[in-house]
């Protein structure tokens, strides 16, 4: 089974009508969408009641890929918000439960930063990570090239296999150290991920400069582009029960309508919101 969504909910303004309120975006984005990754999880682990709330808002068969907070990835940067490990991740299995009760957690997903390389010491952490993790389906994506260096890449896959890691296989630029290939391997007999984040080399190392969010993710995939992935998405499909895609190239507001081309393509149903139409003017002068 593909399922096919977007990187959050509340910023891809073409599948609103104009003018829905915060509130109501997630009931209209899981209308047309059965996966979502939901990234405010990143900057805050969230309440426990909030994520009941959004379970009450989707419907049976969606899917959330909770990504994972910043302080057990090594991306935060300033005074930890929690006094030890213990508490954060306490806290994060504790958002995560309403979710997971509901049926609808698909996956929790440890995204790691580009300067966390193929070391003994970060086998280590993985290895507790996962064992403070344990019972909760967790992805694995690496940012460093070394994890799929040819000398380590089939120890990396082998080790998410034994880890119990399901992979994010990435389509993202080809930039350097921080950029990895596309590695079209299944680690999980249940469950893949596959996410898009457009292959725009020339903003994908900008993160120093101000505006690196607003062109890191700029790019509009091609239809050539999406059917390379139809062909790579087959073979995950006979590694794995379910494969979820998401599109996570929304800084120029591609990413919803990349992954609708590429639900028809793959022969998923297309929702459409219904067209608003504009009123009538009177005309006075015409009666």
Not at 266 to 279: A, I, K, M, N
Request: charged letters at 25%; glycine letters at 8%.
């Amino acid at each position: 089974m593909i399922t096919v969504g977007l990187a959050g909910w509340g910023d891809h303004d073409t599948i609103y009508p104009s003018g829905t309120a915060a509130k109501d975006k997630l009931k209209k984005y899981a209308a047309q969408f059965a996966i979502v990754e939901m990234d405010s999880s990143f900057y805050a682990v969230q309440p426990p009641e909030r994520m009941a709330r959004y379970a009450g808002e989707t419907p049976d068969g969606f899917g959330f890929v909770v990504k994972a907070y910043q302080g057990m990835t090594g991306h935060l940067r300033g005074k930890p918000y929690y006094e030890s490990d213990d508490e954060m991740y306490g806290a994060f299995r504790d958002s995560l439960a309403p979710l997971r009760e509901a049926g609808k957690l698909t996956a929790a997903l440890f995204q790691y930063p580009p300067w966390f390389d193929c070391t003994k010491e970060n086998v280590r952490l993985l290895r507790e990570t996962k064992r403070r993790m344990e019972d909760f389906p967790c992805v694995l994506e690496f940012r460093h090239q070394s994890w799929y260096a040819p000398e380590f890449r089939e120890k990396t896959l082998a080790f998410m296999r034994d880890e119990g890691w399901s992979h994010s296989v990435c389509d993202e630029p080809q930039a350097g150290s921080g950029s990895i290939p596309i590695v079209p391997e299944a680690t999980s007999e249940d469950f893949t991920l596959v996410r898009f984040h457009g292959r725009n080399i020339g903003g994908w190392n900008q993160s120093g400069n101000a505006n690196w969010r607003e062109v890191r993710y700029l790019y509009d995939y091609a239809e050539d582009e999406l059917e390379e992935w139809q062909t790579i998405l087959a073979g995950l499909s006979e590694q794995s029960a379910s494969v979820g895609v998401i599109f996570n190239n929304n800084s120029g507001g591609h990413a919803a309508g990349n992954a609708k081309r590429f639900m028809s393509m793959l022969g998923l149903t297309v929702y459409e919101p219904p067209v608003e139409e504009t009123p009538e003017q009177l005309d006075l002068f015409n009666l």
